[in-house]
């Protein structure tokens, strides 16, 4: 079976990135390989893994339980015509069409959340076939049983009266979010109010609902996951929250939402 860094070591080194920023992390190598080792080791984090992964949505969810049930691993074509698969973009074509951003189908989001890697078989009539590394394959938060039903993990929603219950989109964002504080928090450790708006601005391009970004700021920072100045993270409520499955998250944020005087 591939590991991550055999796999990422068949990137080059702006895809690896795009991987790393899409996950929500920071890479400070600046060659191919050592980028590779660096994602590689941060992807097995445990923090990383969790935000990277409930960040997918369900569409990609569900291709990720469909290899996870087939022990990891599955061929292109029977991927392809469920699913999609990913476009051959060289660099100038992904900084053109921002695939990570725009994915095309739910396999490219997994692609360019680094969950996946593509290879051949050693059989005589050699298949290729997409793959969850070896090594993510015990750490993914994610039920391995072939019985899995998605449906399960959404039957504890909120009250069917509350306006955020098909908001699903939103526990998303609000994970997107925490990535990048984070990410913005590494790169500059100290920075003001006017740099924090700026940088927020540039966060609407990865959010499904952009207009919402102000009330998930401040439903994040009632829940204790941000501070209530300086939007700096607070490492012990995100990563209660970030451990929780999707129906509580999102039980977390309508509660929040409730509770709000604002």
């Known amino acids: 079976m591939h590991k991550l860094e055999s796999t990422y070591l068949q990137h080059d080194l702006a895809l690896l990135r795009m991987i790393a920023s899409t996950a929500g992390l920071l890479l400070t190598a600046s060659n191919k390989r050592d980028a590779a080792i660096e994602l590689a080791t941060a992807m097995q984090q445990p923090d990383n893994l969790k935000l990277n992964c409930v960040g997918l949505g369900e569409e990609a969810q569900g291709v990720l339980y469909e290899l996870l049930a087939s022990k990891g691993q599955m061929t292109v074509s029977s991927i392809s015509r469920k699913y999609g698969t990913i476009r051959p973009l060289g660099p100038a074509a992904r900084q053109r069409e921002r695939p990570q951003l725009e994915p095309a189908n739910p396999v490219e989001k997994l692609w360019y959340h680094g969950l996946i890697g593509r290879a051949f078989d050693n059989q005589s009539d050699a298949q290729e076939y997409y793959y969850i590394p070896s090594d993510l394959l015990p750490l993914l938060p994610f039920p391995k049983s072939k019985d899995l039903n998605i449906i399960k993990l959404q039957n504890h929603a909120p009250n069917e009266n509350d306006i955020l219950l098909a908001q699903h989109t939103l526990?998303?964002?609000?994970?997107?979010?925490?990535?990048?504080?984070?990410?913005?928090?590494?790169?500059?450790?100290?920075?003001?109010?006017?740099?924090?708006?700026?940088?927020?601005?540039?966060?609407?391009?990865?959010?499904?609902?952009?207009?919402?970004?102000?009330?998930?700021?401040?439903?994040?920072?009632?829940?204790?996951?941000?501070?209530?100045?300086?939007?700096?993270?607070?490492?012990?409520?995100?990563?209660?929250?970030?451990?929780?499955?999707?129906?509580?998250?999102?039980?977390?944020?309508?509660?929040?939402?409730?509770?709000?005087?604002?």
């Not at 929250?241 to 409730?258: I, K, M, T, V």
């Open 171 to 262: 526990v998303d964002d609000a994970c997107t979010i925490l990535a990048f504080l984070r990410k913005h928090k590494k790169k500059s450790p100290s920075y003001s109010k006017s740099e924090s708006n700026v940088s927020l601005e540039k966060l609407h391009a990865y959010l499904q609902q952009p207009e919402n970004l102000n009330m998930l700021l401040s439903l994040l920072q009632d829940m204790g996951c941000i501070s209530k100045s300086g939007l700096t993270l607070t490492s012990k409520n995100t990563r209660v929250f970030l451990s929780n499955n999707r129906s509580e998250q999102l039980r977390s944020l309508a509660n929040a939402w409730h509770k709000s005087t604002r």
